[in-house]
């Protein structure tokens, strides 16, 4: 299994970002799908998740309205656009293939992480 993540950078306040990770070795389209994100001192934490098909999405409370999580299973790719930046969200953002077709959230059913993709928002 790999998952790399790309698309992360600089953004200022306000701003957005789109974060795709490529999936290999593992049958993309089987599996949920999940962003997390881990800020220097603190947790790794839950950021968006979905569900096998695409149908079922689901957010953490601090990103709902602002955040997109979508996938392409014909690209094995997965999504996170980020719109309305804040400077909380600065981050490593990581991708993680869950360890059964419907979504889930907590970090624990999460059984292979990408090496992450910094996000820093900052003016």
């Known amino acids: 299994v790999r998952l790399v993540e790309s698309g992360g950078g600089l953004a200022q306040p306000g701003g957005s970002l789109r974060l795709s990770c490529a999936a290999s070795?593992?049958?993309?389209?089987?599996?949920?799908m999940g962003w997390f994100r881990q800020a220097p001192g603190k947790e790794r934490e839950f950021v968006a998740a979905i569900s096998w098909s695409g149908v079922n999405t689901y957010y953490a409370d601090s990103v709902k309205g602002r955040f997109t999580i979508s996938r392409d299973n014909a690209r094995n790719t997965l999504y996170l656009q980020m719109n309305a930046l804040k400077p909380e969200n600065t981050a490593l953002y990581y991708c993680a293939k869950a360890k059964r077709r419907i979504a889930t959230t907590p970090l624990e059913d999460y059984d292979y992480w990408g090496q992450g993709t910094q996000v820093t928002v900052s003016s």
């Open positions: 070795g593992f049958t993309f389209s089987s599996y949920t």
